[in-house]
């Protein structure tokens, strides 16, 4: 399983930014993926999951992202996504793309993409 | 908002053991809550070491294992090792979200 973040970068205070994850080694297509960030020397947040489409393909959000962050899929080219929207310098943070096992589990991490929110 | 309780640091001896603890502010940890538990050293990703309270993925030293203690769920190193020294997260679930404790930062001295 190989998981690899890219599209972090600086984005002003209320810009948006784009992560994505590609993923190999497994097949995305039937697999629940989530995203955690990690505020530079702070702990882990949990911030959403995408299921896959034979699962519904719904996703759920952690409150203080949901309606700013949009999790999504394209299962064509193996990829994920971490739409975010109205960037606060709260924001600024690694962010991790995982996979879930089969028991509400984070099992696989990439190595995560820093965002900064910085004006 | 749903908080999620661990020790902020620990120290144990080499050789030593240790148990962290995972609590809810929901009230007692069950299995329901399928608690997870991940070690990160710095500059590196977390690492998943179990899952559903109690169960191991391939990669996790035998050393470490997973229970419910107290209304709390529970990790305990057994003959803790130098490599051992890192940070410590539970994950709990809560239907729609899952929520991370704050972690415990593990000393071994």
């Known amino acids: 399983v190989k998981l690899v973040e890219s599209g972090g970068g600086i984005v002003k205070p209320g810009g948006s930014l784009k992560l994505s994850c590609a993923a190999s080694?497994?097949?995305?297509?039937?697999?629940?993926m989530s995203w955690v960030r990690q505020a530079p020397g702070k702990g882990l947040e949990w911030l959403g999951r995408?299921?896959?489409?034979?699962?519904?393909?719904?996703?759920d959000y952690a409150a203080p992202v949901e309606g700013r962050f949009t999790v999504s899929r394209d299962d064509s080219i193996n990829t994920l996504y971490l739409q975010m929207n109205s960037l606060k310098m709260d924001d600024t943070a690694f962010y991790y793309c995982?996979?879930?096992?089969?028991?509400?589990?984070?099992?696989?991490w990439g190595q995560g993409t820093l965002v900064t929110v910085a004006s | 908002q749903t908080v999620v309780t661990q020790e902020p640091s620990l120290t144990v001896s080499p050789g030593g053991t240790v148990t962290l603890t995972c609590a809810s502010s929901?009230?007692?940890?069950?299995?329901?809550?399928?608690p997870n538990w991940f070690q990160q050293k710095p500059g590196q990703a977390p690492r998943a070491l179990i899952y559903?309270?109690?169960n191991k993925y391939s990669w996790t030293p035998a050393r470490f294992s997973g229970s419910l203690l107290g209304g709390k769920a529970a990790l305990t190193l057994s003959g803790v090792q130098p490599e051992d020294e890192a940070e410590y997260y539970c994950?709990?679930?809560?239907?729609?979200?899952?929520?991370f404790g704050g972690g415990t930062r593990l000393t071994v001295l």
């Open positions: 995982t996979t879930y096992g089969s028991g509400w589990d984070l099992n696989y």
């Open positions: 080694g497994f097949i995305f297509s039937n697999a629940w």
């Open positions: 995408i299921k896959s489409k034979s699962d519904g393909g719904t996703s």
């Open positions: 929901t009230g007692a940890v069950t299995s329901s809550y399928y």
């Open positions: 559903s309270t109690s």
């Open positions: 994950l709990l679930y809560y239907g729609a979200a899952q929520v």
